[in-house]
């Protein structure tokens, strides 16, 4: 029986994971399918064990379900510990492991396709959501100058920054601080909304990143009008599926002709 993975969310229609990993296995070889599966809002855990029973092999989780995945898992990486969320189960003998592959995909993006080493930079992270909880650890890791987390309702960011032993808190403790790396991880950009951000927050050639995808957003608009270089978070996307990918299959696809095709599509 060919290997079965899926993606759950709600909704889901809209989701280019199963695109990504269809690419994904032409260009290894590996022989599996991937479906995306919208679950019930009221019944996440039914939907992925009912996958799991049928013979699925392994499972993404998006939006609004990381944190339930994260329950459902019975162990976890210590990345996913530190987001308190799952994006990537696996099932094998009758376990069910979690894991957040959000931030590797950042950091992968960062330092494979825009040639943005984090290490000894000062970077900021707006949001405190299940985004910028994915992505705190792996930053970390790069040991970068420093990481701020700043966000709208401030005691979420210093919440957030404990955990990762960093410093944080609301926009207006931007007031004077200046950052090579700005990643927006807020949903304002879904919503077409700035964050308040100081005029002068980009140090000289700062990248601005933005998670969101697929149209230009306020944030990208007001750091290039800043002088700063800007990405959006498609090569997130999919080099958190090719972390997920390599998880599953022992084997790592090349994500840059991926992030291409989608960007032609
Ligand atoms: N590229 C990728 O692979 C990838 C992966 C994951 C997520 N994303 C993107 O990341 C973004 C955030 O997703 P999420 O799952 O973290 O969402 P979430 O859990 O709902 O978090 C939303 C965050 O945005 C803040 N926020 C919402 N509206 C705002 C506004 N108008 N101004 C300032 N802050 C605002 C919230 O602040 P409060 O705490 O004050 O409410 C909170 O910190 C989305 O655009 C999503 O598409 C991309």
């Known amino acids: 029986m060919t290997d079965r993975y899926a993606v759950f969310g709600n909704p889901i229609s809209h989701s280019k ?23 019930p809002m009221d019944d996440f855990r039914g939907a992925v064990l009912a996958f799991r029973d049928a013979g699925g092999r392994g499972a993404n989780v998006t939006v609004p379900f990381k944190e339930q995945a994260y329950l459902l898992a019975g162990e976890r990486s210590e990345r996913a510990d530190a987001a308190g969320a799952v994006n990537t189960l696996t099932f ?16 992968n993006d960062l330092l494979n396709n825009l040639d943005f080493d984090p290490a000894g930079q000062r970077i900021l992270l707006l949001g ?8 705190g650890l792996p930053l970390m890791e790069r040991e970068p100058a420093e990481l701020f987390v700043a966000n709208r309702t401030a005691y979420k960011a210093r919440e957030l920054s ?17 950052f090579d790396l700005v990643i927006n991880a807020t949903a304002a950009s879904l919503a077409g909304d700035l964050p308040p951000l100081p005029e002068d927050i980009f140090m000289r050639g700062a990248l601005a990143y933005d998670m969101m995808y697929g149209r230009d957003t306020p944030f990208l608009a007001f750091a290039r009008a800043h002088g700063a270089r800007t990405a959006d978070g ?10 997920a990918f390599a998880i599953w299959r022992g084997v790592r696809p090349q994500t840059a002709p991926v992030i291409a095709m989608l960007r032609n599509a």
């Open 17 to 39: 994971s199963p695109l990504i990993h269809a690419e994904f296995a032409r260009q290894t070889g590996q022989e599996l399918v991937y479906e995306a599966i919208e679950a």
């Open 92 to 107: 094998a003998d009758g376990e069910i492991w979690g894991d957040n592959t959000d931030g590797a995909g950042l950091v």
């Open 128 to 135: 405190a959501g299940g985004a910028a909880r994915g992505v």
């Open 162 to 178: 404990a955990r990762f032993d960093c410093y944080g808190g609301g926009f207006e403790a931007l007031e004077g601080r200046r």
């Open 234 to 243: 498609l090569g997130m996307l999919v080099e958190q599926a090719a972390e």
